[in-house]
């Protein structure tokens, strides 16, 4: 539960969790408890945050145990997400950590008579002038850190860190490489029983009527949701085939199909805005457009979504992957008709997750179920042709870019149209739930809108203000209110296609000033940060060897123009398909906590965007998805991965910057502009396969 | 009955011959190891040694095994005496959410024992049925190689470890 009211001065979450005993226990036996709100999506968040509270208190790391996130104990934080985690709970766990410190410290001065100036700290234990005096351990009672964090405390000087910034194994790995039951998908309770849902077989279908004979299990219907219960999980697999021919559905056409998505987004009337603008008073000597395109596509986590429920007749206790449990936990409440205090949703690790997937959707399910069947655990997973159909995609968007060049060549005005949904349909803040089951229910109220937040960070408009010096500046959004798919968050919102149209546009606009790409960026930059990324990559990769159908292409961004700094240089080879060989990754994300982790994060996004780039896509045709299995819908695999180097800046004394999603647009930017180099066309149209590429070199 | 060797141990089972063999290891023998990715043979998840041979369990029946050897991931190794591909992984910081990992190293294990020596390319080959969504592929790679050397300098790739 968030405390009642903000603390102002204090850093990240602390300023809604003042309270210290809501971060830290201390416990006899020499342990430290450490709660966060933040959930371990596979990024390392818990590692790094153990590595800066073990700093700060002055403790061997072993001794720190990460509580995963509850409702009943955990400050909350909202969502894990948008690349905060640091700023937002490592921040914050740094100063409650130091916080803590100085109170110990002032205790053990008052029962000594040592001044506390004079003490230091040995791992936990504490050492005056002639030895030993006492330890965390000794001064355990749970009052001590039952008050609010001072903002006057100062955490420690970066030179006197011994953890932060060097390299810590995963906390979470050890299990996952022994195949210990770690994931919500291996916990099981007493009694627990299997509930298969049966999804509607298209997204106008609704359920006309059901045969129930000799079903051998028992069935949940409620409007257009339809679930079975057996005793294992193989009986309610069969259980929902059988299922599955005796429900009788009315059928409608209310989709586009997705090869008309591009045209469907111009038609549609969207709601028009203008969210930046800046005047020029430069003459403006040519005009350039250029319209980009990217469908919809899928978080197509490796594993389905999956939750376990369990329903007392007066609480419920749901254990889930969310990425907010608290806010899951609101909508929970508001479509169960419970009060929020009835019901206790605990974190279970996931497959990895890189936004609101199903993780939320299926939380519902199994609460659902659980509330029909009370005192029974209830466990739900999905199937992996709903986890790829049902679960939220990301917007499909278009993004129009018109610049003026002056008489020199420079850029002497920039607009910038991108017609998208809203990227988030998050629980948490609908006037109705954002769950898809609640959504299906004969009295279920409909998924709430779309939203975007507002720039800086923005949604659909995450990087579309350029960090380049354009003089005039224009930057609206088109939003398209009506979702026959349904969308929500997935890695970089709007800056995967914002900085794919923009870093493409600047290589157009370089050509047509008869400039070098490189040098016409840095002469548009007056951010040194931004220009010691675009060199560093430039100086990594050398000089390109010569081949035909071989290109190198650049491509770079501030995430959300606040995050990390993030240059890459990819390189391509066109063959039947468009295979990338390399990136090279410079970033620069301030002060990091763990280089190994960042680094990973970096890679890591940069290998799945070039899936996006190169591969993915969510089709379907006028009344259901297609693409629900791997074949449909296929992502890269390892003879497609590019070999990745990721040098990390940081500047001294720069705080931490969020990393785990600066590499995304650039490496769709670096992918595209490679591709030009190779083969002379500059692709307008995601996913960059020889079929669309085939199209574009027609279309010309 | 049918009767199976599941890591090293005989087990008769009282199920039905069609029973899915990813079913049984999960909720019957309580091997968490293999992971239900997709149910179709697509995504490697799923997979365990039957014999030396890295299969994906999730949509083959019990009784196609019956009388041979399976080993899972649980099997390779432990925390105390890990195998040289899981000591490896843990050294190149193989994975992020990690839920491929079990596939990962069963088919790495796979190569391994057919292919002592592999490089990158068989690396990339032997793994080309598995799928990763974090992107961590090129540590995995880098984490089957450093085993592969380890074993080899430990005279050991001849057991199954």
């Known amino acids: ?700 | 009955m049918i009767d199976i060797i599941v890591n090293d141990a005989p087990v008769s089972l009282d199920l039905p011959e069609d029973a899915n063999l990813l079913d049984v290891l999960r909720n019957h023998l309580g091997l968490f190891g293999p992971r239900f990715g997709c149910g179709a043979e697509q995504c490697g998840c799923c997979m365990v040694l039957v014999d030396d041979e890295a299969v994906q369990s999730c949509a083959r029946s019990l009784d196609a095994v019956a009388g041979r050897s399976i080993r899972t991931v649980e099997g390779l190794g432990t925390p105390d005496t890990p195998h040289p591909l899981q000591a490896a992984f843990l050294e190149e910081q193989a994975g992020q959410c990690g839920y491929c990992l079990s596939g990962m190293l069963i088919a790495s294990a796979a190569l391994l024992k057919a292919n002592p020596a592999p490089d990158e390319s068989a690396v990339r080959g032997a793994l080309e049925s598995n799928l990763c969504r974090c992107g961590s592929h090129n540590r995995i790679i880098r984490a089957v190689l450093r085993a592969a050397a380890a074993m080899r300098a430990a005279g050991t790739a001849q057991t199954d470890g």
Not at chain 1, 127 to 142: A, C, H, M, R
Not at chain 1, 432 to 455: E, F, N, Q
Not at chain 1, 543 to 548: N, V
Not at chain 1, 609 to 626: G, I, M, P, T, Y
Request: glycine residues 8%; negative net charge; aromatic residues 6%.
């Open chain 1, 1 to 700: 539960m968030a405390e009642a009211s903000d603390k102002p001065g204090l850093p990240g979450s602390l300023a809604q969790n003042p309270r210290l005993s809501r971060w830290l226990s201390i416990l006899p036996e020499g342990r430290v408890l450490l709660k966060t709100g933040k959930v371990e999506i596979g990024q390392g968040v818990l590692t790094a945050l153990r590595q800066i509270a073990a700093d700060e208190l002055d403790v061997a790391i072993e001794r720190l145990e990460v509580v995963p996130a509850n409702t009943d104990v955990s400050p909350d934080e909202g969502v894990t997400s948008g690349s905060r985690s640091i700023e937002d709970s490592g921040l914050a766990v740094r100063h409650a950590s130091a916080c803590a410190r100085a109170i110990h410290i002032s205790i053990c001065a008052q029962r000594t008579g040592v001044p506390p100036e004079r003490i230091r700290v040995d791992d936990g234990e504490f050492v005056g002038p002639d030895g030993p005096i006492g330890s965390y351990w000794s001064q355990t009672d749970d009052m001590i850190l039952d008050c609010d964090a001072d903002p006057a405390v100062v955490p420690k000087k970066t030179e006197d860190l011994r953890l932060v910034g060097t390299v810590s194994p995963r906390l979470d790995l050890p299990d996952k490489v022994f195949g210990k039951p770690r994931y919500i998908h291996d916990f099981r309770l007493a009694g627990m029983r299997y509930a298969k849902l049966v999804r509607p077989p298209s997204r106008g279908a609704r359920l006309v009527s059901v045969d129930d004979l000799d079903l051998d299990a028992q069935l949940v219907v409620d409007g257009d949701f339809a679930a079975v219960v057996a005793d294992s999980e193989s009986a309610a697999n069969a259980a929902a085939a059988r299922l599955a021919s005796r429900l009788e559905w009315e059928e409608k056409d209310t989709l586009s199909g997705s090869e008309n998505v591009r045209d469907w987004l111009r038609s549609v009337a969207p709601e028009p805005s203008v969210e930046a603008s800046k005047a020029t008073d430069t003459e403006i000597a040519s005009v350039h457009e250029r319209e980009i395109y990217r469908p919809y596509v899928a978080h197509a986590s490796m594993a389905p979504s999956c939750a376990v429920a369990v329903y007392d007749g007066a609480a419920l206790k749901v254990w889930s992957h969310s990425q907010g449990i608290f806010n899951l936990r609101r909508d929970l409440a508001m479509a169960l008709g419970l009060e929020a205090y009835a019901i206790h949703v605990e974190h279970r690790e996931g497959a990895g997750c890189y936004g609101h997937n199903a993780a939320d959707d299926v939380a519902f399910d199994a609460a659902f179920v659980a509330m029909a069947l009370p005192g029974t655990p209830i466990r739900v997973m999905w199937s992996r042709e709903d986890e790829l159909s049902w679960s939220p995609f990301s917007s499909a968007m278009l993004v129009a870019i018109e610049a003026g060049l002056d008489a020199s060549g420079n850029i002497a005005s920039w607009k910038q149209t991108v017609t998208s949904h809203g990227h988030s349909n998050r629980p948490g803040s609908g006037a109705t739930p954002s769950l898809l089951g609640a959504s299906h229910l004969k009295d279920g109220a409909p998924l709430p809108p779309t939203r975007d937040g507002p720039l800086p960070a923005g949604g659909s408009l995450r990087n579309a203000v350029p960090l380049y010096v354009t003089g005039g500046l224009e930057v609206a959004a088109s939003r398209v209110a009506e979702t026959p798919l349904r969308v929500s968050s997935l890695r970089s919102l709007g800056a995967m296609a914002n900085v794919f149209a923009v870093e493409t546009m600047i290589e157009a606009l370089a050509e047509a000033a008869g400039r070098d790409p490189v040098e016409y960026r840095l002469d548009h930059l007056d951010d040194e940060r931004a220009i010691a990324v675009i060199r560093a990559v430039r100086e990594m990769c050398g000089e390109p060897g010569a081949g035909d159908g071989v290109g190198r292409g650049l491509g770079f961004a501030r995430y959300k123009n606040s995050a990390a700094y993030c240059a890459i240089v990819a390189e391509v080879g066109a063959e039947e398909e468009v295979k990338v060989r390399r990136l090279w990754i410079a970033a620069d994300a301030g002060e990091v906590i763990n280089p190994e982790g960042a680094a990973h994060q970096i890679e890591g996004g940069a290998v799945q965007a070039c899936s996006f780039a190169l591969k993915e896509e969510v089709r379907f045709d006028r009344r259901q998805v297609l693409s629900c299995n791997w074949e449909e819908y296929p992502i890269l695999r390892f003879s497609e991965v590019p070999s990745v180097a990721v040098r990390l800046l940081a500047p001294p004394g720069t705080p931490p910057l969020g990393v785990g999603e600066c590499a995304t647009g650039p490496t769709v930017a670096a992918v595209a502009n490679a591709i030009h180099a190779a083969i002379g066309v500059r692709p307008t149209a995601m996913p960059f396969t020889a079929a669309n590429l085939a199209g574009e070199i027609l279309g010309r």
